[in-house]
Structures are given as structure tokens and as C-alpha cells.
């Protein structure tokens, strides 16, 4: 569906919050999104998108504010902690990476010694 859906309480219908414009790689589109979380202090979607190897911020304040926060990544998944740090698990690499606010590049706090099951 390439897509995410906002399902309020009790509501019989969803409505389309990011996506839905067929799957793609430019600003308005996604490529199989894998997550998403609320960033409750930005009032903003923070969400996943997979194939095309990026995490998006969108405003849910106007829905049309999107940045790409995150490039060149392999998400599947995300996760905020209290302090505002991103939490991104990054496939590709095989780690999971924390990205402070105003950081770009992360810090790896988890893998990143190749696939396997050891628990470095």
C-alpha cells in the first residue's frame, strides 16, 4: 500500500497520513514503509521507509512539511527514547544505530560486527 493510516478510536474509516500516492521515491511517496513512530515533542511522524533506504519526518501540523532526516539506510525499524535520541535498526549493516538530535551520522549501540548470532 505504501502508505500510512491514521485510525482514531471508535472510527470506522482511516484516514491516509503519509504515502498513498503509489509507491515511489520522490518526497510526497514511500516504498514499503516498515515503522513508524510519533515524535510527540515535534508533533511529527517519524517513519521508516524501507526501499527507499530513508527516514522521513513529517509534520503532522500541515502534512505536507517532509524531510528526509536519515539517508543511505536500510531501515526496519525505529524506536525514540525520553531524551529525543532516534533508535534506527539499519539491516543493512546488521546494527542498530542512535542519532541524537542534530546528529547525522548516529553512533552504533548495538551489532555492527556482521550477521550472526553472537551478541557483539
Known amino acids: 500500500n505504501h502508505r500510512i493510516v491514521e485510525w482514531k478510536p471508535c472510527a470506522t474509516n482511516g484516514q491516509v497520513v503519509a504515502g498513498g500516492n ?17 515524535d ?25 512539511s517532509r524531510e528526509a532526516i536519515i ?20 539491516v543493512g549493516n546488521n546494527e542498530v544505530r542512535r ?5 547525522s551520522q548516529g553512533t552504533v549501540v548495538a551489532g555492527g560486527n556482521g550477521r550472526g548470532k553472537r551478541l557483539d
Open 40 to 64: 510527540k515533542e515535534r508533533d511529527s511522524l517519524i517513519i521508516c521507509d524501507r526501499s527507499n533506504q530513508r527516514v522521513v519526518r513529517l509534520s503532522r501540523r500541515n502534512g505536507t
Open 71 to 90: 539517508s543511505n539506510i536500510t531501515c526496519v525499524g525505529l524506536t525514540m527514547d525520553e531524551n529525543g535520541s532516534l533508535y534506527v535498526v539499519n
Open 22 to 38: 503509489e509507491e515511489g521515491s520522490e518526497a510526497h511517496q514511500l516504498s514499503y514503509p516498515r515503522d513508524v513512530i510519533v
Open 99 to 103: 542519532y541524537r538530535r542534530g546528529e
